[in-house]
């Protein structure tokens, strides 16, 4: 089947530090991921996304990494901040299940100042 | 530009009554996600609607549940009859036209609460 999970269901880390979250998934079909920030009460906010062509790419204090060959993303933050502070999805889209994305269960993110 | 709008942000209903929730998407766009999360857990795909048109709705409830997009106003999600196990926070997503190969943008939810 298909299913896109997280290793660490929580991550606590200290103002400055860099974070790192993970995500697995088992689609090898899959050919774009996205990552999404969501904070209490709020919907998800797009972070960045990559395409399955591509093994890294880089935004503004981010930077997500693929790797298919155990089927493995990463999300890392720079210098994390307070403002980081919430739970981070990652999902997927297959070319052949149209345009649905399918979201992992999450990692909350909790910076300690 | 307005992002996604959804209304309302919060829903009380009573185990019985119909629940309906609106999503407008960003302008320019024509493909609209639904997208339910129970708390503490991940979003989970519901349907995917094109004007005028249902794509994929595998993650839809085969009874009380449906959606529409006509081609004038709102997308709307009705839950017939809800029950306690509905309540949730329900999400909408917008891409543009060419939509499967872009990212989706999303709303801030509707929290329904079904007492």
């Known amino acids: 089947g298909e299913s896109v999970g997280l290793h660490l269901p929580t991550l606590s880390v200290q103002e400055g530090d860099n974070s790192i979250i993970n995500c697995a998934y088992s689609?090898?079909?899959?050919?774009?991921f996205i990552w999404y920030k969501q904070e209490s009460g709020k919907g998800p906010q797009f972070i960045i996304d990559i395409r399955s062509n591509m093994d890294k790419r880089q935004g503004q204090r981010v930077t997500v990494l693929l790797n298919k060959t155990v089927k493995h993303l990463s999300l890392q933050i720079a210098a994390t901040q307070p403002g980081d502070s919430a739970v981070y999805f990652c999902a997927e889209r297959s070319h052949n299940q149209g345009g649905k994305l399918i979201f992992g269960q999450g990692t909350e993110l909790s910076v300690k100042p | 530009n307005a992002g996604v709008m959804q209304n309302p942000r919060h829903l009380v209903r009573r185990r019985g009554q119909e629940a309906r929730l609106r999503c407008s998407p960003m302008?320019?766009?024509?493909?609209v996600y639904w997208y339910r999360q129970l708390p503490e857990e991940g979003l989970k795909f519901m349907v995917y609607?094109?004007?005028?048109?249902?794509?994929?709705e595998s993650g839809m409830p085969k009874e009380r549940f449906s959606a529409e997009f006509p081609k004038e106003g709102p997308s709307i999600l009705r839950i017939q009859q809800v029950v306690r196990g509905d309540s949730a926070a329900y999400f909408c997503?917008?891409?543009?036209?060419?939509?499967?190969?872009?990212?989706?943008?999303f709303g801030s939810g509707t929290r329904l609460t079904v007492v």
């Open positions: 689609n090898s079909a899959s050919d774009y």
């Open positions: 302008k320019g766009h024509s493909h």
């Open positions: 997503a917008s891409s543009p036209p060419r939509g499967a190969n872009y990212g989706y943008t």
């Open positions: 609607l094109q004007k005028e048109n249902i794509i994929d």
